[in-house]
T-cell receptor, first 111, second 113 residues
Framework: GQNIDQPTEMTATEGAIVQINCTYQ??????LFWYQQHAGEAPTFLSY????GLEEKGRFSSFLSRSKGYSYLLLKELQMKDSASYLC????????????FGTGTQLKVEL | KAGVTQTPRYLIKTRGQQVTLSCSPI?????VSWYQQTPGQGLQFLFE???????NKGNFPGRFSGRQFSNSRSEMNVSTLELGDSALYLC????????????FGPGTRLTVT
């Protein structure tokens, strides 16, 4: 079966840096996604990694190691509005657009 | 460009009833995927439609079904509702298999009493 693990909750301070980890064990791999979801809203796309390495996009960066089945999302210069759930999702080979999601990490940013 | 729209946004049904939810993807997008989101299970894939054909199916009972029309709009139906079907139902639209970005709609909050 497919298994994707993320921490359930994290707390960080405004202005700081936080790293949210995601480990996965899947049969077939065709990319890893990070989504942000504010309470009561739809998930919004943050990043996509299919090759090993770091992808940077403004305050958000995402890293992938396929050999280790590991990814992280790095958020810099945290703002209060970054308080949200962060979802890690894997796309499998031959699976069309099907995404398998982790249960999400609830990030709370405090003053 | 308009985003993904879902109707209705909220729905209350009774056990045993059936329900139909609708999703209109972004104009030009041919792929629509449906997900169920619950606090305990997170986001779980239901099925994907691409050019009116079901391309993938998740591990849900046959009470959950869907279809896609020629204009790419999609509907999902749940028959014989159970209390455990209470959830947020999200659809996501994508331009095709090669495209990696999926755009989610706001969801339909279904409550079964």
């Amino acid at each position: 079966g497919q298994n994707i693990d993320q921490p359930t909750e994290m707390t960080a301070t405004e202005g700081a840096i936080v790293q949210i980890n995601c480990t996965y064990q899947t049969s077939g791999f065709n990319g890893l996604f990070w989504y942000q979801q504010h309470a009561g809203e739809a998930p919004t796309f943050l990043s996509y990694n299919v090759l090993d390495g770091l992808e940077e996009k403004g305050r958000f960066s995402s890293f992938l190691s396929r050999s280790k089945g590991y990814s992280y999302l790095l958020l810099k210069e945290l703002q209060m509005k970054d308080s949200a759930s962060y979802l890690c999702a894997v796309k499998l080979t031959g699976g069309g657009n099907k995404l398998t999601f982790g249960t999400g990490t609830q990030l709370k940013v405090e003053l | 460009k308009a985003g993904v729209t879902q109707t209705p946004r909220y729905l209350i049904k009774t056990r045993g009833q059936q329900v139909t939810l609708s999703c209109s993807p972004i104009s030009g997008h041919r792929s629509v995927s449906w997900y169920q989101q619950t606090p305990g299970q997170g986001l779980q894939f239901l099925f994907e439609y691409f050019s009116e054909t079901q391309r993938n199916k998740g591990n849900f009972p046959g009470r959950f079904s869907g279809r896609q029309f020629s204009n790419s709009r999609s509907e999902m139906n749940v028959s014989t509702l159970e209390l455990g079907d209470s959830a947020l139902y999200l659809c996501a639209s994508s331009s095709g298999e090669a495209a990696y970005e999926q755009y989610f709609g706001p969801g339909t909050r279904l409550t079964v009493t």
